[in-house]
């Protein structure tokens, strides 16, 4: 096994225009610095900043045209 077949492995991948997919486990915050449970191995991140479920990504991005 190599380190990149590792099961704690993580990949961001910048969408274009929208979200950040994070592929792995992540230690994930609150701003007020409580944990965000993560119960899927891939999450989408918001980035423009509009979600109604922030940080992840509703598709909101869309509806804004947001441009990355």
């Given at each position: 096994m190599t380190a990149s077949?590792?099961?704690?492995?993580?990949?961001?991948?910048?969408?274009?225009n929208g979200p950040l997919l994070v592929r792995g486990k992540i230690d994930l915050r609150a701003s007020n610095?409580?944990?965000?449970?993560?119960?899927?191995n891939t999450v989408a991140l918001?980035?423009?900043?509009?979600?109604?479920?922030k940080p992840f990504c509703d598709g909101t991005h869309k509806l804004i045209n947001f441009t990355a």
């Open positions: 077949d590792s099961k704690d492995d993580v990949e961001v991948v910048a969408c274009t610095g409580e944990p965000i449970e993560q119960s899927r918001c980035r423009c900043g509009v979600s109604a479920i």
